[in-house]
């Protein structure tokens, strides 16, 4: 049987870190996803607001990292589990118990959004040594002068 689910979106607020009483970290979020298609009356995209349960370093991780607003990425399975409310009647809870959690945003901590990311690196031009040329500074790529084409295979 499988339950896998890939679901991204914006978190709606700050993570919450709390500890169980066996010592075992859990952080809640809630993520708002929209819906790939749009409604045929209004024209706009509609938003699932779906809970978001992460255990151990992966609670760390996100309430470390992540804030409200940012983009995330959540690898895991759903859960649907009952529960009982303060009323006495009995209620269904749906949740992603997240494995893996990614950054779906290029911002960086204490940005204030404007984050942008840098310029392609531009190949080195090739030395007169050898036909390569290390990088310098800012270029990460160098290129090589002597290529005949062939593979080696």
């Known amino acids: ?6 679901i991204m979106g914006r978190l709606v607020a700050d993570p919450e870190l709390r500890t169980t009483p066996g010592g075992v970290t859990v952080a809640t979020v809630r993520l708002a996803v929209d819906r790939d298609f ?4 209004t024209g706009e995209r509609e938003t ?8 151990r370093q992966t609670a760390e991780f996100v ?5 409200k607003g940012r983009m995330a990425v959540v690898e895991g399975r759903l859960q649907i589990r009952p529960y009982t409310d303060r009323d006495g009647n009995k209620r269904t809870a749906a949740e992603v118990v997240a494995e893996n959690v990614y950054f779906g945003d290029s911002r ?3 940005d204030s959004g404007s984050y942008a990311p840098p310029p392609f690196a531009q190949s080195a031009p090739a030395s007169s040594s050898g036909g390569y040329a290390a990088p310098t500074g800012e270029d990460q790529f160098a290129e090589l002068a ?5 593979l080696p295979f």
């Open 1 to 6: 049987m499988l339950n896998r689910i890939i």
């Open 38 to 41: 749009r409604n045929k009356q």
């Open 48 to 55: 699932d607001f779906i809970n978001v349960v992460a255990w």
């Open 63 to 67: 309430s470390r990292y992540f804030a």
């Open 108 to 110: 960086r901590d204490g």
């Open 146 to 150: 002597d290529d005949d084409g062939d």
